[in-house]
């Protein structure tokens, strides 16, 4: 592909506003827990935003002195991250979370208790410089199948979805961080990861405009900042095109219909649902001519040559006609407009010496209980479902916590520990944990357990027959066997007692051990 030479040799760090706008609308990532030099430059160039992973971030004083090493090159630069909260968080990659997922909070279904939690992480994101947030989930979980939605959805019901979507947008922004909320129309009745091939919806318009699109409806009513589009085609929506690359879906339902006026953004353009059918670059340009403001990539591609290659496409498809220069101008405009409210809204949300001043209490306590500091134990704690088939004698001895283990989907990434094994083994001291998989998981577990009791941690066990099987050996075994089911919990519950977590975050792992141990 042409690199482009800069333009007038007036305009900023001489660059043409062409190259400027082409730059502004992306949103790539990097390694390192520093800022690159080709970052630093790009972002003297026009880049606008900068996109942090699990990768980036080892403490939170590394982090703000990060964020402040960007704000030094740009000073409105949009600094986002995919966190979630749960599974999927990248604050505390190698820790597991300090809140509960979607899930967990639409188990509850205590909306003061959801914008709570959500202030209390973006207070957490803001602290560390961090304005952007691609987050929450509206997806509503319709296919308990879903290999890359499950826990992170509040839930099947799109009412239930849609008030505790609002909810998290009010929170996270309250707290001056910008959410984004996704996966636009709706990622929720999928078989298919779109990070590994393209998905499809057959649901009719109908259904998809009373189940798909509630959430998100109640995200604009509530005044998300941004929405993120997703990489699956809805045939009742666009029989040729998935949501990202069309127009129909990103103009004329989300922009015209909905009557959406904030920041359109692309979901991660290498997953292979674009990357594997059109390719990044043509992606891109695809994406930006149907509405959507910003591309993000860099959670697998994350150099400078993504960056060029993306920009030179978007010059060149301006250039030759395939791309609007003024789709282009508005796009970069939207991008900047969202970096000027990011600003703003850090300054009235959260002062220097970490008083608050939104408008959720003074602290991000609330009617809920417990402060910004716990809520997130609070609220783990209150999402527990329990069912004992007979009378439960906590143990005095150490366990043995056999933990049934799958592959991790890419959102949630392998690299983020789970389970409960960590914090009984502070309860129970000697506790011992193992993993296990595959066809002889259970007899596995059950030799390596000896005579300890054996506490079995699942996930989805409804997507994972061999899961089931390992439990079948254990309960028919060693009937006094523990269960805790950390993922959707679909399967009946079974075991002298079962434990919901509704997800894996670190805090659900304490607050089932807490259970266990007869601690609470």
Same mark, same amino acid.
């Given at each position: 592909?042409?690199?482009?030479?800069?333009?007038?040799?007036?305009?900023?760090?001489?660059?043409?506003?062409?190259?400027?706008?082409?730059?502004?609308?992306?949103?790539?990532?990097?390694?390192?827990?520093?800022?690159?030099?080709?970052?630093?430059?790009?972002?003297?160039?026009?880049?606008?935003?900068?996109?942090?992973?699990?990768?980036?971030?080892?403490?939170?004083?590394?982090?703000?002195?990060?964020?402040?090493?960007?704000?030094?090159?740009?000073?409105?630069?949009?600094?986002?991250?995919?966190?979630?909260?749960?599974?999927?968080?990248?604050?505390?990659?190698?820790?597991?979370?300090?809140?509960?997922?979607?899930?967990?909070?639409?188990?509850?279904?205590?909306?003061?208790?959801?914008?709570?939690?959500?202030?209390?992480?973006?207070?957490?994101?803001?602290?560390?410089?961090?304005?952007?947030?691609?987050?929450?989930?509206?997806?509503?979980?319709?296919?308990?199948?879903?290999?890359?939605?499950?826990?992170?959805?509040?839930?099947?019901?799109?009412?239930?979805?849609?008030?505790?979507?609002?909810?998290?947008?009010?929170?996270?922004?309250?707290?001056?961080?910008?959410?984004?909320?996704?996966?636009?129309?709706?990622?929720?009745?999928?078989?298919?990861?779109?990070?590994?091939?393209?998905?499809?919806? #057959? !649901?009719?318009?109908?259904? *998809?405009? +009373?189940?798909? @699109?509630?959430?998100? $409806?109640? &995200?604009? /009513? =509530?005044?998300?900042?941004?929405?993120?589009?997703?990489?699956?085609?809805?045939?009742?929506?666009?029989?040729?095109?998935?949501?990202?690359?069309?127009?129909?879906?990103?103009?004329?339902?989300?922009?015209?219909?909905?009557?959406?006026?904030?920041?359109?953004?692309?979901?991660?353009?290498?997953?292979?649902?674009?990357?594997?059918?059109?390719?990044?670059?043509?992606?891109?340009?695809?994406?930006?001519?149907?509405?959507?403001?910003?591309?993000?990539?860099?959670?697998?591609?994350?150099?400078?040559?993504?960056?060029?290659?993306?920009? #030179? !496409?978007?010059?060149?498809? *301006?250039? +030759?006609?395939? @791309?609007?220069?003024? $789709?282009? &101008?508005? /796009? =970069?405009?939207?991008?900047?407009?969202?970096?000027?409210?990011?600003?703003?809204?850090?300054?009235?949300?959260?002062?220097?010496?970490?008083?608050?001043?939104?408008?959720?209490?003074?602290?991000?306590?609330?009617?809920?209980?417990?402060?910004?500091?716990?809520?997130?134990?609070?609220?783990?704690?209150?999402?527990?479902?329990?069912?004992?088939?007979?009378?439960?004698?906590?143990?005095?001895?150490?366990?043995?916590?056999?933990?049934?283990?799958?592959?991790?989907?890419?959102?949630?990434?392998?690299?983020?520990?789970?389970?409960?094994?960590?914090?009984?083994?502070?309860?129970?001291?000697?506790?011992?944990?193992?993993?296990?998989?595959?066809?002889? /998981?259970?007899?596995?577990?059950?030799?390596?357990?000896?005579?300890?009791?054996?506490?079995?941690?699942?996930?989805?066990?409804?997507?994972?027959?061999?899961?089931?099987?390992?439990?079948?050996?254990?309960?028919?075994?060693?009937?006094?066997?523990?269960?805790?089911?950390?993922?959707?919990?679909?399967?009946?519950?079974?075991?002298?007692?079962?434990?919901?977590?509704?997800?894996?975050?670190?805090?659900?792992?304490?607050?089932?051990?807490?259970?266990?141990?007869?601690?609470?």
């Amino acid at each position: 592909m042409t690199t482009f030479a800069t333009g007038s040799p007036g305009s900023p760090s001489g660059q043409d506003s062409l190259t400027r706008d082409a730059l502004t609308v992306l949103q790539p990532g990097f390694t390192g827990t520093t800022a690159p030099d080709w970052l630093l430059r790009r972002l003297g160039e026009g880049l606008a935003s900068v996109g942090l992973f699990g990768r980036n971030i080892a403490s939170p004083d590394q982090l703000a002195a990060l964020t402040a090493q960007l704000r030094a090159e740009h000073e409105d630069v949009l600094v986002a991250i995919d966190e979630e909260g749960g599974d999927v968080t990248r604050l505390e990659v190698r820790t597991g979370s300090s809140f509960p997922g979607n899930h967990a909070l639409g188990a509850v279904d205590d909306v003061d208790l959801t914008r709570q939690v959500a202030f209390a992480l973006g207070r957490r994101l803001a602290e560390c410089g961090v304005t952007f947030n691609w987050a929450p989930s509206a997806d509503v979980n319709a296919n308990p199948s879903n290999p890359v939605i499950g826990v992170r959805s509040f839930g099947a019901d799109p009412e239930l979805v849609a008030r505790h979507t609002a909810a998290y947008v009010t929170g996270l922004q309250a707290a001056g961080v910008a959410a984004c909320t996704k996966h636009f129309p709706g990622h929720g009745d999928t078989a298919v990861d779109s990070h590994l091939s393209l998905p499809r919806i #057959d !649901a009719d318009r109908s259904l *998809v405009d +009373t189940r798909d @699109l509630a959430p998100f $409806r109640a &995200a604009i /009513a =509530a005044g998300s900042r941004a929405m993120m589009s997703a990489h699956i085609l809805v045939p009742a929506l666009d029989p040729d095109l998935p949501a990202t690359l069309s127009r129909g879906i990103l103009t004329g339902l989300l922009r015209d219909d909905l009557g959406y006026d904030g920041l359109i953004v692309t979901d991660g353009m290498e997953m292979q649902a674009i990357a594997g059918t059109y390719g990044i670059e043509h992606g891109s340009v695809l994406a930006l001519a149907a509405g959507a403001d910003a591309i993000c990539v860099g959670g697998g591609l994350a150099d400078d040559d993504t960056v060029r290659r993306l920009r #030179d !496409a978007l010059v060149t498809a *301006v250039r +030759t006609g395939e @791309l609007p220069e003024e $789709r282009l &101008a508005d /796009a =970069a405009n939207r991008v900047r407009a969202l970096a000027r409210w990011t600003r703003s809204a850090a300054g009235g949300a959260e002062g220097v010496d970490g008083t608050t001043h939104g408008p959720l209490g003074e602290t991000g306590s609330g009617g809920s209980g417990g402060t910004g500091g716990d809520i997130g134990l609070v609220a783990a704690r209150r999402a527990l479902t329990t069912t004992f088939s007979e009378p439960y004698d906590p143990p005095t001895q150490p366990v043995y916590v056999a933990a049934f283990t799958p592959v991790a989907n890419i959102a949630v990434g392998d690299e983020t520990p789970w389970g409960v094994g960590a914090e009984l083994a502070r309860l129970l001291p000697g506790t011992e944990t193992g993993t296990f998989a595959g066809d002889s /998981a259970g007899a596995s577990a059950l030799a390596v357990a000896g005579t300890r009791r054996i506490v079995a941690v699942v996930r989805d066990e409804h997507r994972h027959p061999w899961m089931t099987a390992a439990l079948d050996v254990l309960l028919s075994t060693r009937p006094d066997t523990v269960v805790v089911e950390m993922g959707v919990p679909q399967s009946p519950p079974r075991a002298a007692l079962h434990i919901a977590t509704h997800g894996a975050a670190r805090v659900c792992g304490r607050a089932a051990a807490e259970i266990i141990a007869g601690v609470r």
